[in-house]
Structure formats: C-alpha cells, structure tokens
Nanobody, 124 residues
C-alpha cells in the first residue's frame, strides 16, 4: 500500500521561507516521478513543481519559478519543497503526489498517489 505523509506546513510572514517534506512508503521510491500541487479556497488545484525519478529533470509552475525548489532524497524516500520569498498568494493546502512513471508532468490526473495535504499560510 503506497502512502505519502507530508509535514512542514505552518504560518509564516511574507518574505519568509518554509520547507515541506513528504515521506513515501509502500513501493520503490526511486523509480517514480514526484510532484507538488496546491489548492487555495475557492480555487482549482494548481501545479507547483515536479521532479523526475532520476532527479535530473524538474518543472515549475510560473507563479513559483525562481522562489521554490523541489528535490528528492532517494535514501530517505522523501521529497522536499523549499519555498522562499513567500507571498500571501502562496497561501493554500499543499499536496505531494507520485506518478507511476519516471518522467515529469504538470497534469494532476497523471499522478496516481496523493498525500493528505498540509496547510501553508502566508501573512502580509
């Protein structure tokens, strides 16, 4: 049974930083691409970042480019999202996700497994 467990959300002031973590279990972590998405109240789910199985390829949503960084540690079965220079518009529930394939994608329907979500709130 594949499980994804997130942590690291919280309340931060604008301009601050947070690092989200997502621990995966239940299958061979290093074979699959991973991603992060977010959903703010009243809005559709939005692509944030993705990383390939090898870690060599990454992709970012336009709103977070240059501020967020996705990474993975295959020895710890963990993916990370480092978020810098946070803005109030970044306030949302953040979800980690995993594909059944090695390549990156920004489409949420191409992810088979999801975490429970962690709240990130950025105050102005």
């Amino acid at each position: 049974q594949v499980q994804l467990v997130e942590s690291g959300g919280g309340l931060v002031q604008a301009g601050g930083s947070l690092r989200l973590s997502c621990v995966h279990s239940g299958r061979t972590f290093s074979w699959y691409a991973l991603g992060w998405f977010r959903q703010a109240p009243g809005k559709e789910r939005e692509f944030v970042a993705a990383i390939s199985a090898s870690g060599r390829n990454t992709n970012y949503g336009d709103s977070v480019k240059g501020r967020f960084r996705i990474s993975r540690d295959n020895s710890k079965n963990t993916e990370y999202l480092q978020m810098n220079n946070l803005k109030p518009d970044d306030t949302a529930v953040y979800y980690c996700a995993a594909r059944n394939f090695a390549s990156v994608t920004s489409y949420d329907y191409e992810y088979a497994y999801w975490g429970q979500g962690t709240q990130v709130t950025v105050s102005s």
